[in-house]
């Protein structure tokens, strides 16, 4: 290993608060062993709120700023490539120069990718060692085509998955070949000589149709915010986080308004006029974070939008989830909990929701999942996964001249 290891954190694709978050757990014990980090990430706001502490290196990720181009909604892995560059030549060349000269000027002893599948275009015949650690989603199963994310929609779009894939190697291949790299035969060859580490659950991965691997578990931070403030109420306790933009959430509200549950709601950026206006003696808003640890001690559900950092702790937990999910991700993740029914998906539209939420709030059966699975992994800890991923981590560095 050498002295003092450079080690390039990089993270390029979604905008969730967990990207910035594992990125801070795994620099903290990297500098904690020595290292040199570098963190080239998607959106510098966020990582200066949430580890501009550490004593680390700070850069802006070469990133795709054009739009979808048309593309339609993402079927598999290579549809989200699509609407992110990976159909324009010129526009992906541009990235991959993009990190591959952020990569020559850091000069890392070993990459760390989060969500970042041009780093893994961009080091195409490249020696340093890459770590890709994400969540079940962000590492799809080694197929061609890569698998159909609807899957339970059925084998209709699989015509299109292999055509978009076509496009996308196509493209992928020509710009490697414009700047002299390695091509690819298959686009799941983006991840050969990687090490990847899957930071979920098996019985919650995003593919069901994975087949055998190793998981290491979700990795997350719960102890960041303020301290639960509950509100009174003689029914259930409800933790809601959700999008303060989304269609449902003043329909959310109203219709808890009307039953004896107490609501604790945590609405990034709503302003505190808002906060204060939809408050009520059995409903506190808030726009400040909260432990999430403190709060799943007392919360009998959870609504959220499906974020998968929440839902592993909540089911930990034993709390069961109501899901309101905003994009496919998320709608993959709510897919799984139904099959676990450990929770339900709630509808959007507001005439619908007041029925639906006293429907599910009224049914043990997801409690009763929620508790198994809390039984199932009681042995979980998201600092252990941190550790090992750290470990992991260390020992490609002492593969190192």
Known sequence: MPARPRVLLAWELGGGLGHVTKLMLLAERLLANGCDVWAACQN????????????????????????????????????ILARKGWLDVTGLTGLVRGWRDLMHAVAPDLIVANHAPTVLLACRGMDTP?????????????????????????????????????????????????LRLPGMRHLYDLFANVSTCLLGFEE???????????????????????????????GKRLFLYLDA?????????????????????????????????LGSARQRVTNRPLRVREVLTRADWVIHHAGIGLAAQALLAGVPLLMLPKHLEQAMFAVRVGELRAGRVLPDDPRLLPDALHEALDDTTSAEQARRFAARHAGHSAEAVAETLTERCLQRLSAQP
Do not use: K
Request: charged residues 15%; proline residues 12%; contains cysteine.
């Open 245 to 277: 933009n989304h269609v449902a959430f003043r329909p959310v509200l109203a219709a808890l308004a009307r039953t004896p549950h107490s609501a604790l709601v945590y609405a990034a950026g709503l302003p505190d006029a808002a906060c204060a206006q």
């Open 44 to 79: 510098l706001v966020r990582a200066q709120a949430t580890f501009g502490r550490l004593p680390l290196h700070l850069l802006q990720a070469p990133i795709w700023v054009g739009g979808p181009a048309n593309v339609p909604e993402p079927i598999n892995y290579a549809g």
């Open 130 to 178: 890459i770590v890709f650690a994400d969540t079940t989603f962000g590492i799809p199963p080694p197929t061609a085509p890569f698998p159909c994310m609807r899957y339970w929609q059925g084998e209709e779009q699989i015509p299109w998955m292999e055509r978009i894939e076509t496009d996308v190697l196509a493209v992928a291949n020509t710009t490697l070949e414009a």
């Open 204 to 234: 919650l991965d995003h593919y069901p149709q994975r087949g055998a691997a190793e998981y290491l578990g979700p990795m997350y931070a719960s102890d960041l915010g303020d301290s639960p403030d509950w509100p009174q109420g003689a």
